[in-house]
């Protein structure tokens, strides 16, 4: 049986209880990365940053809304963007102007104010290719240059699978192993939830690890629950408005051309993994508004940035549940999360190196959804500007692991390598000789893209 007649792409045929499991699925597929965010800007304004609870609840609005604008269709999850993560650094440390005498806290609302302009941007783009067409639009993003950069996304992710495996490999090992033999040998419903089995019995190990006296790598204890105990049982998120500086705003705003190349290439990613056509059908101008609405949304009440979540595009390639109603009961479960501070501390306890093993498996089904997307469209490496096209983006993508920053007016502005990768492709594509690619002109190589003006079934071809 072809793995298209796999797919399922309504989860009602499964029933309620297994939609219910397939959103939490995808619930703890997001959820390590996202709450990252948070604690990762506490770092860097002294503890006087994002909230946990505040960024769960807009990753569940912000889904929500993203849904609504993409016509329910797109199978995408919104959480919280490290894109941005520079630029908070950078607001963190203005000790100049209105910024003197502030603490670390006054100066937040000043970076969530920039993340609001940044996510208006989207709305700039969203029109260009509503007046443009996408047809135009979709002459730059080539396969030759949109298949790299899915390569890109999830291999730019590898060093983190690592970094988090390494806290404790036989764990990683663990929550790996559970992923690869339930998909290979799982039968019905278990096939189909690999990763929340992974989280489960890779935490059960680790629960029986833990009591026996055993530590990570480092000597830490396996398992934390001190945030837990300190944690209230409800408790509405700590919401503040933000604020607008043009200084902040010159720090953040830019950094949504990075995001927004990275949102074309997630679409892509979705779109090659579904087999759908959304960059068409509903359209990128309405997924740019969805996530460009839902960022300005989120950082309006206190938020970090919004973007489509590799990780969860991830477990559609491995569960291959491609209905966005499972994606929609992921989000409301972050909601509910962000009411309950101390159910919120228990999975955030969940131990790096379980989120790292399987990270193995997410980050690297992304790349591989990109080989994929170049070959399945036979992209002719024999043309140089071909190849070097693809290259400049792969040594982009993957060796400006810092970024590139510079300076305008005294302000750092700081792009991603995904941006830089995406500008880069985009850039030699348009001026270099003999692009020959004309978006809608071979329909079965568009298909497997996500991208055709005339979507059928691969098994029709």
Not at 228 to 241: H, I, W, Y
Not at 366 to 379: D, L, Y
Request: net charge neutral.
């Amino acid at each position: 049986m072809s793995e298209k007649f796999d797919a399922i792409r309504d989860a009602r045929s499964l029933g309620i209880p297994k939609m219910l499991l397939l959103g939490l699925q995808h619930m703890f597929a997001m959820f390590g990365a996202t709450i990252l965010v948070p604690i990762l800007v506490n770092s860097y304004f002294n503890g006087e940053g994002l909230s946990i609870q505040v960024t769960l609840f807009f990753a569940g609005i912000g889904t929500l809304f993203f849904h609504v604008c993409s016509k329910m269709r797109v199978p995408a999850f919104l959480g919280s963007s490290f894109a941005f993560l520079g630029g908070f650094a950078t607001v963190a440390n203005l000790d100049t102007g209105i910024f003197a005498d502030m603490t670390y806290g006054e100066k937040l609302p000043y970076a969530c104010g920039g993340i609001v302009i940044a996510g208006l941007l989207y709305l700039i783009l969203a029109l260009v290719i509503k007046v443009v067409g996408v047809k135009h639009v979709m002459r730059f993003l080539p396969p030759v240059v949109t298949g790299p950069i899915i390569i890109c996304i999830g291999l730019s992710l590898a060093p983190s699978a690592v970094s988090n495996a390494s806290a404790n490999w036989f764990l990683a090992l663990v929550a790996l192993a559970v992923i690869i033999i339930f998909n290979i040998w799982g039968k019905g419903m278990w096939k189909i939830i690999p990763i929340l089995l992974g989280v489960i019995i890779s935490y059960a190990v680790a629960l029986i690890m833990n009591a026996l006296g055993f530590t990570n790598a480092d000597g830490s204890a396996i398992l934390d629950f001190s945030g837990v105990a300190s944690s209230a049982a409800v408790g509405l998120p700590p919401f503040q408005l933000c604020k607008f500086d043009l200084t902040a705003i010159l720090v953040m705003a830019p950094i949504a051309l990075a995001t927004m190349m990275e949102h074309i290439g997630d679409i892509s990613a979705i779109s090659a993994t579904v087999g759908e056509n959304f960059i068409e059908e509903p359209g990128l101008h309405r997924t740019l508004i969805g996530d460009g609405l839902a960022t300005s949304l989120s950082a309006l009440f206190g938020g970090p940035a919004n973007t489509t979540y590799g990780e969860n595009t991830g477990v559609l390639e491995l569960s291959r549940v491609y209905d966005p109603k499972v994606i929609r009961i992921a989000a409301v479960y972050a909601i509910v999360l962000s009411f309950i501070p101390k159910m919120s501390a228990i999975i955030g306890s969940l131990p790096t190196a379980i989120i790292g093993g399987i990270s193995f498996i997410l980050y690297g089904m992304i790349s591989a959804i990109g080989v994929r997307n170049v070959v399945e469209n036979k992209v002719d490496f024999t043309k140089s500007r071909n190849l070097i096209i693809a290259a400049v983006i792969l040594v982009c993508g993957l060796g400006f692991s810092g970024g590139l920053t510079f300076t305008i007016g005294g302000t750092s502005i700081t792009l991603t390598s995904l941006a830089i990768a995406a500008l880069a492709g985009i850039i030699l594509n348009a001026i270099l000789p003999g692009n020959d690619y004309v978006f809608g002109m071979n329909p079965s190589g568009d298909i497997n893209r996500g991208v055709s003006f005339n979507p059928q079934h691969k098994e029709d071809q």
